[in-house]
């Protein structure tokens, strides 16, 4: 079974600070993939970033990057100079190649509020 | 190109009745998958279609159930509504392949309300 844990529920800074979203995962498949989505009031999902298991690489988009450490099995989202535009719930997800298809399972998501 | 489509956007039923949702994916996205969002569950997964047929299932009663026609377009119904079903139900569609490693696009959702 897999599992996904964001222990942070809600976070507030003020415009430009820089915050980091934290996120547990859970798995037993040594094949898997970590995924970042952002979903706005609008609520649809917004895909961020797709990881796979055998690359611990960091990753850098503009204001955004993302730390990867299997040894913790984290997958953590920092976002430096936050932006008002930047308030939304952030949800990690995990799918595995174990599952015949496309089954993502979610964390609990993050709410980021971002004051001007 | 068009991302994905879900209608209605907003509905309200009572218990009892039926209710059926519509997703149009991707042009070209033969998956789609249904997801149901509520402030006390989360997302959960409730099942993936591919090619017509279900690949997937989440542990959700009979009551939720779907299809998926030639064309891609996939519809889930829920029956007997109950007041916890409730939820914000996301479909998405996604490209071939079954390795987990297919990145969802997400439409913006219907909101359901059972009174």
């Known amino acids: 079974a897999q599992k996904v844990t964001q222990a942070q529920t809600e976070i507030s800074v003020v415009e430009k600070e820089d915050v980091t979203l934290d996120c547990v995962y859970e798995t037993r498949d040594t094949t898997y993939y970590l995924f970042w989505y952002k979903q706005p009031p609008s609520g649809e999902l917004v895909f961020l970033i797709r990881?796979?298991?055998?690359?611990?690489q960091n990753e850098i988009s503009g204001r955004y990057s993302w730390n990867f450490q299997k040894s913790t099995s984290s997958f953590n989202f920092t976002i430096t100079a936050s932006q008002v535009v930047d308030s939304a719930v952030y949800f990690c997800a995990l799918s595995t190649r174990g599952n015949a298809g496309n089954m993502l399972t979610f964390g609990g998501g993050t709410r980021l509020m971002v004051k001007p | 190109k068009a991302g994905v489509t879900q209608t209605p956007r907003y509905l309200i039923k009572t218990r009892g009745q039926q209710v059926t949702l519509s997703c149009s994916p991707i042009s070209g996205h033969r998956s789609v998958s249904w997801y149901q969002q509520t402030p006390g569950q989360g997302l959960q997964f409730l099942f993936e279609?591919?090619?017509?047929?279900?690949?997937n299932k989440g542990n959700f009663p009979g009551r939720f159930s779907g299809r998926q026609f030639s064309n891609s377009r996939s519809e889930m119904n829920v029956s007997t509504l109950e007041l916890g079903d409730s939820a914000l139900y996301l479909c998405?569609?996604?490209?071939?392949?079954?390795?987990?490693?297919?990145?969802?696009?997400f439409g913006a959702g219907s909101r359901l309300t059972v009174l």
């Open positions: 998405a569609s996604s490209g071939d392949g079954y390795s987990g490693a297919n990145v969802l696009t």
């Open positions: 279609y591919f090619s017509e047929t279900q690949r």
């Open positions: 990881r796979n298991s055998f690359d611990e």
